[in-house]
């Protein structure tokens, strides 16, 4: 590693310590939609991040120069990967694996699709949510959860890592 | 029966339940005090006086302090440290007696034991990075905060002092009486920060390649708090989030720097010729006379040679500003600097950049023009800008404001190539810091308790200058048709305010106390001001209502009320229930069609009219002659021939009617409509709006029409409205062009569309 790495590393570890001025945009924060389709046990999550939060993130943990939006090189194995890491779903202890759709970029904003299939009679999920959170301490995760008519939010923090999701009222 | 006096209208289905269904209920219902959406706001707002106007202006008794101050600044590189003396004449323009002044010391927010560093719970974390780990419980903080050295009189003596975190209270040897005037100085240091690893908006960025810093260095001064009318002393401390309260007033500021450092400030510069290299101020004065673009004053080549060598040489560039509020500069041997004309209404001003080759190519490109196009537009839409310059010095990730100058973001990679990301990242936040300079620098509001008054209308600003850079420079958007705002548009309010309740507040909150600042004190005041101009008021009266209120403050000190007061004020439109929901609340738009109902004339009266009479036990033959009947489609009375002919066929009261009343009926229609519609809209949303409505008909036409939002004032939960019309129905559509911000779009149509999902949309779309 070089000292510039080193720096960039050190730079990115360091970051935001106090919220302040008009920063690149002015809150670290992330929300999912969570839709599971009754009909089809589909769970369908829609994950809405900052894009520059993902490429300096990405960079921390790829110890490379990343850059989205254009993207300079295939970034969606990295994504997956990191994604994998960070957002674990289980059901009475055994995890749910994740398909990483892809993802969409809308101005300043990466919006990242993936979907699940749940069993029926599954009532109660359990989320364990870290994005970001290694990176920038004071990130925020929200998850809107949806089904048919009934909604609940949530909200992931360095505090508040993991929680039970009712699915079925 | 007088009753029936009532019902001489042909729709009597519909409009005479209400009058006829008035019995006392069973129990006796509590009272209540007034919820109504459009309840005036007197409850909130206060009481007008002598110091602000009803009409929103400042009153015959309005005051405000004048504080001017005189500085010697050293900046020592080498130690990264920062000196001062100043010293302060303070005027007491109000008609009270003051026994002690309050002065701001910003920089205590970087003290080792500042309560600013808890302002926020924490949590443990069981797995954390080592470096996180070493951070949170190994490293020593950094050592910041102001070391005042001495607080003295004119003549000299020690004035005693109380430091309070971020205040500090002089007390005063004698009362300043009303009229009076006081001069006093403070000696001080501090330790300058590095700002990009603190993301503070004040200190230095390293340049670990050659070893320089470039500084950006605000707040860095002891400045006196304001007393004002609404406050008495501003004296809330300073956190973090919520900005600056500040006086107007004069500045002389002799500033010492090292001697290769290029330095800009608040402020016109006195000594350029002394300071400049023959070269530089040839260029310099060149470019007060180039209008079509920038000039540069020192080249990237010459930066950059100035690079490896760091002279031991000082050289104090002297600044003198004319009515502002603070004082800021920016000091680099790094920096490249260039600048042109604008011409501004009659005057000419200095638009001007800073910045070290590492935001070249970008910088050179468009960082000037960015500034030129913000003057150019704001001075249309509030006042001319009243200052010589505006500057806009790039800094690594932060973007803040001051009088005349400002940091802004935008890095390329290395090899100088850049997203467009970075790009109109870079346009967008030179657009509105410089913006700033009118919000609130000239029209001077508390940023301290409200962050809105200068974000929200900066940010709704900054689009229409967005909007218009787009305009003006085609190729620097290409492929794009318009700039890609980020903020302003109604539907990109929607996520926010269609989250968790609990992780919103009103935008009338203290900026201190909101979880998401961006959106609460940025996004959603602009944009209700945009729904406000585009929708509800129109450009007109917006326009000239908004003037109103940037000349009525123009280097005053404004609150909210002043600002919702003028507004309406100037446009003679009721706004009480706008602000009320927008700013006074969390409420959101949500407004549907509910159902549609087709009704005919009828030969005789339908089985609902039969209903209706029998529930007060009267026949056909009571109601008086030349009555129509109305018959919905869907009704058990309704028999096709009804549709098939027309309402002067179907109704022989109708017929005798028009003949007998020939003369006297002003007939534009010389037949009666044939289809008749009862729609019904639907308000799930708190907020009340316009009820903007398409309908299609089967001709192919359609029709908007924009029922108004006084529709909302007896029923907030949802309103019915008839259609006549020659044309078949076959669509009803609101908001079709999404100027409401309504959260849910799927109860916007009739007949209810069923629309893919965005997930399964995406899902196709990978697919095929």
């Known amino acids: 590693m070089n000292l510039q790495t080193m720096f960039k590393k050190i730079g990115l570890l360091f970051i935001m310590l106090l919220t302040m001025g008009f920063t690149l945009h002015d809150v670290y924060i992330s929300s999912m939609k969570m839709e599971l389709i009754p009909t089809s046990g589909e769970l369908q999550l829609t994950l809405q991040v900052f894009t520059d939060d993902l490429e300096l993130v990405l960079q921390s943990q790829s110890g490379e120069e990343i850059q989205l939006n254009p993207d300079r090189q295939a970034t969606n194995s990295l994504i997956a990967a990191y994604l994998k890491s960070v957002l674990k779903f289980s059901a009475a202890k055994t995890p749910i694996s994740l398909e990483y759709l892809g993802k969409e970029y809308h101005d300043d904003l990466t919006l990242i699709y993936m979907q699940a299939k749940l069993a029926d009679e599954m009532s109660e999920l359990e989320l364990t949510h870290q994005l970001f959170l290694s990176e920038l301490p004071t990130q925020q995760n929200l998850v809107h959860f949806k089904s048919d008519s009934y909604r609940k939010s949530f909200l992931f923090d360095a505090r508040m890592q993991k929680s039970p999701i009712r699915i079925r009222p | ?768």
Not at chain 2, 31 to 54: D, I, M
């Open chain 2, 1 to 768: 029966m007088r009753i029936l006096t009532y019902v001489q209208v042909p729709l009597l289905a519909l409009f005479s339940v209400a009058l006829w269904s008035q019995e006392a209920p069973a129990e006796r219902e509590g009272g209540h005090t007034n919820s109504n959406k459009f309840k005036q706001l007197y409850e909130e707002f206060s009481t007008p006086n002598r110091f602000r106007t009803a009409s929103g202006a400042p009153g015959v008794d309005y005051y405000q302090q004048q504080v001017d101050y005189v500085m010697d600044l050293e900046l020592d590189d080498k130690n990264t440290k920062l000196y001062g003396e100043e010293t302060i004449t303070y005027t007491n323009n109000s008609p009270d007696v003051l026994t002690y002044l309050w002065v701001q010391l910003d920089q205590n927010i970087r003290k080792k034991d500042a309560p600013a560093l808890e302002k926020n719970g924490s949590g443990f974390q069981p797995l954390a990075r080592a470096s996180t780990f070493v951070k949170n419980y190994m490293d020593e903080p950094f050592d910041g905060g102001f070391n005042i050295e001495s607080v003295t009189s004119a003549n000299g003596q020690a004035l005693p002092y109380r430091i309070n975190q971020t205040m500090m209270r002089i007390d005063l040897p004698s009362p300043i009486l009303p009229g009076g005037q006081y001069h006093f100085s403070i000696k001080w240091w501090y330790n300058v920060n590095n700002h990009v690893t603190n993301r503070a908006r004040s200190g230095y960025e390293y340049f670990p390649e050659d070893g320089n810093r470039a500084y950006v260095i605000a707040q860095f001064f002891p400045r006196m708090a304001v007393y004002n009318d609404v406050e008495g002393w501003q004296n809330y401390q300073f956190w973090g989030n919520g900005e600056f309260a500040l006086n107007f007033g004069n500045y002389e500021v002799n500033l010492t720097v090292p001697a290769d450092h290029i330095v800009e400030a608040t402020g016109q510069l006195q000594n350029p010729k002394e300071i400049l290299s023959r070269e530089e101020f040839k260029r310099y004065k060149k470019a007060q006379n180039t209008f079509d673009s920038p000039v540069i004053i020192v080249t990237q080549d010459e930066a950059e040679a100035k690079e490896a060598v760091f002279s031991d040489k000082k050289k104090t560039w002297r600044y003198v500003a004319k009515n502002v509020r603070d004082f800021a500069f920016a000091s680099s041997r790094k920096f490249i600097w260039d600048m042109m004309a604008v011409q501004v209404g009659p005057r000419k001003v200095m638009a001007v950049s800073l910045y070290p080759k590492e935001g070249n190519p970008l910088w050179e490109e468009y960082s000037t023009r960015a500034v030129a196009q913000s003057l150019d537009t704001y001075s249309k839409y509030t006042f001319n800008y009243p200052y010589p310059k505006a500057v806009s010095v790039h800094a690594k990730n932060q973007g803040m404001e001051y009088p005349m100058i400002c940091w802004n973001y935008g890095r390329p990679n290395e090899d100088g190539t850049y997203s467009d990301r970075t790009k109109f990242g870079m346009i967008s936040v030179i657009i509105h810091e410089v913006g700033h300079n009118y919000f609130p620098m000239i029209v001077n509001s508390d940023e301290r308790q409200w962050g809105w008054m200068d974000e929200g209308l900066d940010t709704f600003m900054q689009y229409l200058t967005e909007q218009q850079f787009g305009v003006n420079y085609p190729e620097a958007i290409a492929p794009l048709e318009a700039f890609p705002s980020r903020r302003g548009a109604p539907s990109k309010i929607v996520p926010y305010m269609s989250g968790d309740q609990s992780f919103i507040s009103p935008i009338m909150s203290n900026p201190e106390n909101v979880f998401q600042l961006g959106p609460n004190a940025y996004g959603k005041p602009a944009t209700a001001l945009n729904i406000l101009r585009e929708t509800i008021m129109g450009k007109e009266l917006f326009d000239y209502a908004f003037k109103t209120y940037a000349q009525r403050w123009i280097f005053k000190h404004p609150t909210p009320e002043d600002f919702f007061r003028t507004m309406e004020d100037a446009s003679a439109v009721d706004l009480d229930w706008f602000w009320r929901g927008w700013f006074y609340s969390t409420d959101y738009v949500d407004i549907g069609v509910g159902s549609v109902k087709k009704y005919y004339v009828s030969p005789k009266p339908g089985k609902e009219v039969d209903e209706l009479l029998e529930q007060y036990n009267m026949t056909p033959e009571d109601l008086p002659e030349n009555m129509i009947y109305m018959v919905a489609e869907d009704s058990e009375s309704f028999e096709p021939s009804m549709a098939a002919s027309s309402a002067i066929d179907n109704s022989q009261s109708l017929r005798n009617y028009i003949e007998e009343n020939n003369a006297e009926i002003d007939r534009t229609n010389t037949e009666p409509p044939k289809y008749f519609y009862e729609i019904e809209f639907e308000k799930p949303g708190g907020l009340v709006m316009p009820l903007i409505v398409e309908y299609s008909y089967a001709d192919g036409s359609t029709e908007r029409v924009t029922y108004p939002v006084q529709v909302w004032r007896k029923n907030d939960a949802s309103v019915r409205k008839v259609l006549a019309t020659n044309k078949e129905l076959v669509g009803v559509t609101i908001d079709p062009d999404e100027e409401t911000a309504d959260i849910d779009t799927s109860n916007n149509s009739w007949p209810k569309e069923e629309q893919a999902s965005d997930f399964d949309k995406f899902k196709a779309k990978i697919k095929g």
